[in-house]
């Protein structure tokens, strides 16, 4: 049983350029977490997808924005990228309100260099 | 802001039970405690909550104190894998809350041959 699925592992854009990340969630979960990992740092949350619409946000700027498909799957797009985008991106997913249960499914993360 | 505190770091010979402290004394009483434990390139790992009650599963057992204002995680025998950012989150229960975490600096658990 796949888990948590991102990618692509590793990317470099430029200042300026825009990007998408992308995730599949763990097989029968409808519920996807996105979260920023700068280095040495904790995961910081930027949105949460379920049945296609955002439903919670972070304290993130609009240039995150994010998109979830009827298969579940999730786009996380970064426009305008700032040096101090680099991080760790990670998503998570659940079945619905599950995750007070049984916690959150993480994935491996996206690595983004902005230079 | 996290509302929980760890030590930033810790050291634990192989084999030996490994104890990890939280302090979460503003805690509310419809909030579960939460562990998480991140291994280094990859992503958090969910490892136990609990509300009031001790709990144990097959990673470690969590033990509340009974005014619940701090925690401590056991791993009763760790091993060179259980290396890891070990996270402490407080959250609350209910259909209305969504599923926002909020994850502090963590412990470092180092463990030695």
């Known amino acids: 049983d796949a888990g948590v699925t991102q990618s692509p592992t590793h990317l470099i854009k430029t200042r300026g350029q825009q990007v998408t990340l992308r995730c599949s969630p763990k097989?029968?979960?409808?519920?996807v977490s996105w979260y920023q990992q700068a280095l040495g740092q904790g995961p910081q949350f930027i949105f949460q997808?379920?049945?296609?619409?955002?439903?919670q946000r972070g304290n993130f700027p609009d240039r995150f924005s994010g998109h979830q498909f009827p298969n579940y799957s999730s786009e996380l797009n970064v426009n305008a990228l700032l040096l101090g985008d680099s991080a760790l991106y990670l998503c998570?997913?659940?079945?619905?309100?599950?995750?007070?249960?049984?916690?959150?499914?993480f994935g491996s993360g996206t690595r983004l260099t902005v230079v | 802001d996290a509302k929980t505190t760890q030590p930033p770091s810790m050291d634990c010979a192989e084999g030996r039970a490994a104890n990890l402290p939280c302090n979460h004394s503003?805690?509310?009483?419809?909030?579960?405690v939460y562990w998480y434990r991140q291994i280094h390139s990859q992503g958090p790992q969910y490892i136990i909550h609990?509300?009031?009650n001790n709990e144990t599963n097959e990673m470690a057992s969590l033990i509340i104190t009974e005014d619940r204002k701090s925690s401590t995680l056991i791993l009763p025998h760790a091993t060179l894998r259980d290396t890891a950012v070990y996270y402490c989150i407080v959250r609350p229960y209910g259909s209305s809350n969504t599923g926002k975490l909020i994850f502090g600096q963590g412990t470092t658990l180092q463990v030695k041959p």
């Open positions: 503003t805690i509310s009483g419809n909030e579960y």
């Open positions: 997808y379920y049945e296609e619409e955002e439903r």
């Open positions: 998570a997913s659940s079945l619905g309100d599950s995750f007070v249960f049984y916690g959150y499914t």
């Open positions: 097989s029968g979960h409808d519920t």
């Open positions: 609990g509300l009031k």
